[in-house]
């Protein structure tokens, strides 16, 4: 299961986001931006995620995740597309020259600490 990987990666770069000056700092929601592609089971990364924030400033916290779509731009073409199934094949032109833009994401947009 990968998402406990993924899941310690988010909570040291959040652990690492909160300034050193807030005491007793209390996160509230981890706003989060995951591809398609990115290969992550939502309940999974939220089980995993709620194991190893316990006694920590993120126990408790919510994951708001945003699923990005797979996006693709044909370079034959130059058309941009999203793609939906397993063929990554230029529905324009039909060449398999293609280059991915987005969908393999997994990023922290945002944390939001309590008052």
Not at 56 to 84: G, N, R
Not at 103 to 113: D, K, V
Request: hydrophobic fraction near 40%.
């Amino acid at each position: 299961m990968h998402e406990m990987g993924i899941a310690q990666q988010l909570v040291q770069i959040a652990l690492d986001a909160i300034p050193e000056e807030i005491e007793n700092p209390r996160v509230e929601k981890l706003n989060l931006r995951i591809g398609r592609l990115a290969s992550v089971v939502e309940h999974s990364l939220t089980f995993c995620f709620e194991i190893i924030t316990k006694d920590t400033p993120l126990e408790s916290a919510s994951l708001e995740i945003d699923f990005i779509a797979v996006m693709v731009h044909c370079k034959s073409c130059d058309h941009t597309w999203e793609v939906t199934g397993p063929v990554f094949k230029c529905p324009f032109c039909e060449d398999g020259d293609v280059e991915m833009l987005t969908g393999r994401e997994i990023e922290i947009t945002s944390l939001e600490l309590a008052e």
